[in-house]
């Protein structure tokens, strides 16, 4: 069924930006089918049009991210959004759709989703709308190439080379040193680093599997990402042998516990080999003491990754990057652009200090890719590094960026966002209604808190208190999905009931939309 914009206006307190009238169109769509585009013989004029029109369907979404009168989400049910809802189907046709209704299913496809790029979305490690960034994506998309080999990607692979080697000068790594590969993801650079680290110490795994190797242990902390036992079960080390360490009250890795852990392991039969920290965890957003975990792995032996997801970004803020001192020791890193540093999802490298091992735990040599006879220097064909064969190009809009904002734009753009967090932070630490999950200042951008509604306050702590409040974040953020004006993530942890969890990573955001946060959580949750 066919439909326009106009059949589903969005909600004028919250939006008055005007629809565009598709009848004053120079082409009607309706009559016209995919067929009728480029490679057509007569599709360029056909193909202008539509992408014109698409491009203008974009700008007026990339307009209404950045207007703060507008939703952040227009909240539907999986069910409706299924069902079918005023006109927009999820169902797949057996004869083609004309291109008026493919420009709708478009549009409605942004009108349902979540604009993550709006000052006042907090739900996320990664958010912002960067115009660059996106101008990257698009271009991307267009050339359309992939990263295995320099015939077919010649710009791309130099650009990757080149930015690479830039974050780990970032990382403290000398000249002579380092190698990489951008990941589909935080959570797939940690798992390489480690398989390259099972594979540093033990070759022969690459032939023999785990049944030639010892029974491994690697070390992570209680706050660290879930990427690291899911690495580990995936690769055959197994959960139980991951050992957890203890953290302090804020959340960083006690170094006592970690060689504490380590002397646990060995005791138990097991070859401690890896050890991750964590520079930003993700909910607290803290940095585990990198120079004495680094100490530690040096003297038992271990690969040192560093997980740095979320905070590698700080690397870009001379006012910040002190609180990665130590990174410089680690045999590999993580470090997501797409977080802190706002490029559009997704972009996430692995940074890795040995050169060659990449290449050595990954290579298979498929003849139909990686010919060793080809007229240029076949050592720029990356793809034999990797553990996939197709690899998207996620370098380009990072290395854009870079050239558009330079380093000192990238750390003006940190700055602000953990200038953001301190503002909340002062503002909770002045208010009764609110409760500080800690009441030391944020090192990241992350700040967490419990709000304590009129029905609360006058109750002493104990074990009522809690189960009533834990039940008040998932309630207002009911609400708050509902209106779709503001969106923070809320969570438990093992000793603490439901929080509400702010992050900042967007640089549209402004301390007004950390005051309209405050007082929107009160206006949904005063009642409860």
């Given at each position: 069924m066919e439909?326009t914009?106009?059949?589903?206006?969005?909600?004028?307190?919250?939006?008055?930006?005007?629809?565009?009238?598709?009848?004053?169109?120079?082409?009607?769509f309706?009559?016209?089918?995919?067929?009728?585009?480029?490679p057509h013989?007569?599709?360029?004029?056909?193909?202008?049009?539509?992408?014109q029109?698409?491009?203008?369907?974009?700008?007026?979404?990339v307009?209404?991210?950045?207007?703060?009168t507008?939703?952040?989400?227009?909240?539907?049910?999986?069910?409706?959004l299924?069902?079918?809802?005023e006109?927009f189907s999820?169902?797949l046709?057996?004869?083609p759709?004309?291109?008026?209704?493919?420009?709708?299913d478009?549009?409605?496809?942004l009108?349902?989703?979540?604009?993550?790029?709006?000052?006042?979305?907090?739900n996320?490690?990664?958010s912002?709308?960067d115009?660059?960034?996106?101008?990257?994506?698009?271009?991307?998309?267009t050339?359309?190439?992939?990263?295995?080999?320099f015939?077919?990607?010649?710009?791309?692979?130099?650009?990757?080379?080149?930015?690479?080697?830039k974050?780990?000068?970032?990382?403290?790594?000398?000249?002579?040193?380092?190698d990489?590969i951008?990941c589909p993801?935080?959570s797939?650079c940690?798992?390489?680093?480690?398989?390259?680290?099972?594979?540093?110490?033990y070759?022969e795994?690459?032939t023999?599997?785990?049944?030639?190797l010892?029974?491994?242990a690697?070390?992570?902390?209680?706050h660290?990402?879930?990427?690291?036992?899911?690495?580990?079960?995936?690769?055959?080390i197994?959960?139980?042998?991951?050992?957890?360490?203890?953290?302090?009250?804020r959340?960083k890795?006690?170094?006592?516990?970690?060689?504490s852990?380590?002397m646990?392991?060995k005791?138990?039969?097991?070859?401690?080999?890896?050890?991750?920290?964590?520079a930003g965890?993700?909910?607290?957003?803290a940095f585990?003491?990198?120079?004495?975990i680094?100490?530690?792995?040096s003297?038992?032996g271990?690969w040192?990754h560093v997980d740095?997801?979320?905070g590698?970004g700080l690397l870009?803020?001379?006012r910040h990057c002190?609180?990665?001192r130590?990174?410089?020791?680690?045999?590999s890193?993580?470090?997501?652009?797409?977080?802190m540093?706002?490029?559009p999802?997704?972009c996430?490298?692995?940074?890795?200090?040995?050169?060659?091992?990449?290449?050595?735990?990954?290579?298979?040599?498929a003849k139909?890719?990686?010919?060793?006879?080809?007229q240029?220097?076949?050592?720029?064909?990356?793809?034999?590094?990797s553990?996939q064969c197709?690899?998207?190009?996620?370098v380009?809009?990072?290395?854009?960026?870079?050239?558009a904002?330079?380093?000192?734009?990238?750390?003006?753009?940190v700055?602000?966002c953990?200038?953001?967090a301190?503002?909340?932070?002062?503002r909770?630490?002045?208010?009764?209604?609110?409760?500080?999950?800690?009441r030391s200042k944020p090192?990241h951008?992350?700040v967490?808190?419990?709000?304590?509604?009129?029905?609360?306050?006058g109750?002493?702590?104990?074990?009522?208190?809690?189960?009533?409040l834990?039940?008040?974040?998932?309630?207002?953020k009911?609400?708050?999905?509902?209106?779709?004006s503001v969106?923070?993530?809320y969570?438990?942890?093992?000793?603490k009931?439901?929080?509400?969890?702010?992050?900042?990573?967007?640089?549209?955001?402004?301390?007004?939309?950390?005051?309209?946060?405050?007082d929107?959580?009160?206006?949904l949750?005063?009642?409860?």
């Amino acid at each position: 069924m066919e439909h326009t914009d106009k059949d589903h206006p969005e909600n004028s307190k919250y939006s008055q930006t005007p629809v565009p009238d598709r009848s004053c169109n120079a082409k009607d769509f309706s009559s016209i089918y995919s067929k009728d585009l480029l490679p057509h013989p007569d599709g360029e004029k056909m193909t202008r049009g539509f992408l014109q029109e698409l491009v203008s369907t974009l700008l007026a979404y990339v307009t209404k991210t950045f207007d703060r009168t507008s939703k952040v989400l227009d909240f539907h049910h999986p069910h409706q959004l299924k069902d079918g809802l005023e006109g927009f189907s999820l169902e797949l046709p057996d004869l083609p759709e004309n291109l008026e209704q493919i420009l709708v299913d478009c549009s409605d496809t942004l009108k349902y989703g979540v604009k993550t790029g709006h000052p006042r979305f907090f739900n996320q490690l990664s958010s912002g709308l960067d115009i660059i960034g996106l101008a990257g994506e698009w271009l991307t998309s267009t050339a359309n190439t992939n990263m295995f080999t320099f015939e077919i990607s010649p710009v791309f692979i130099l650009m990757e080379e080149t930015v690479l080697r830039k974050m780990q000068e970032k990382v403290g790594w000398a000249d002579e040193e380092g190698d990489g590969i951008f990941c589909p993801g935080g959570s797939m650079c940690n798992l390489y680093s480690l398989l390259l680290a099972r594979y540093n110490f033990y070759p022969e795994v690459k032939t023999g599997g785990m049944s030639d190797l010892p029974r491994l242990a690697l070390f992570t902390s209680e706050h660290s990402h879930y990427s690291i036992q899911k690495a580990a079960q995936v690769l055959g080390i197994g959960t139980k042998n991951v050992f957890v360490v203890k953290c302090d009250e804020r959340g960083k890795m006690i170094p006592v516990e970690l060689e504490s852990s380590i002397m646990q392991a060995k005791a138990a039969g097991c070859v401690p080999f890896y050890a991750n920290a964590t520079a930003g965890t993700t909910v607290y957003g803290a940095f585990d003491p990198l120079p004495e975990i680094a100490d530690i792995c040096s003297k038992h032996g271990l690969w040192m990754h560093v997980d740095a997801a979320w905070g590698g970004g700080l690397l870009m803020s001379k006012r910040h990057c002190g609180k990665l001192r130590g990174i410089e020791r680690a045999s590999s890193v993580t470090w997501n652009p797409h977080k802190m540093m706002g490029v559009p999802l997704q972009c996430a490298a692995l940074l890795v200090k040995k050169k060659g091992l990449l290449q050595e735990c990954n290579q298979l040599g498929a003849k139909y890719l990686f010919q060793p006879d080809k007229q240029y220097d076949v050592s720029y064909d990356t793809g034999d590094k990797s553990i996939q064969c197709g690899r998207h190009v996620d370098v380009f809009k990072l290395w854009l960026m870079w050239k558009a904002k330079g380093s000192e734009g990238f750390g003006s753009q940190v700055n602000r966002c953990l200038e953001n967090a301190e503002y909340l932070f002062n503002r909770l630490s002045e208010r009764a209604d609110f409760e500080l999950v800690y009441r030391s200042k944020p090192e990241h951008s992350n700040v967490c808190f419990w709000y304590i509604p009129p029905s609360l306050r006058g109750i002493p702590p104990g074990a009522e208190r809690e189960r009533r409040l834990h039940e008040v974040a998932p309630k207002i953020k009911a609400k708050m999905m509902e209106e779709g004006s503001v969106m923070i993530g809320y969570q438990p942890t093992s000793e603490k009931v439901n929080f509400f969890r702010c992050v900042f990573s967007n640089p549209a955001t402004r301390k007004e939309d950390v005051d309209f946060l405050l007082d929107e959580i009160v206006r949904l949750g005063c009642d409860l």
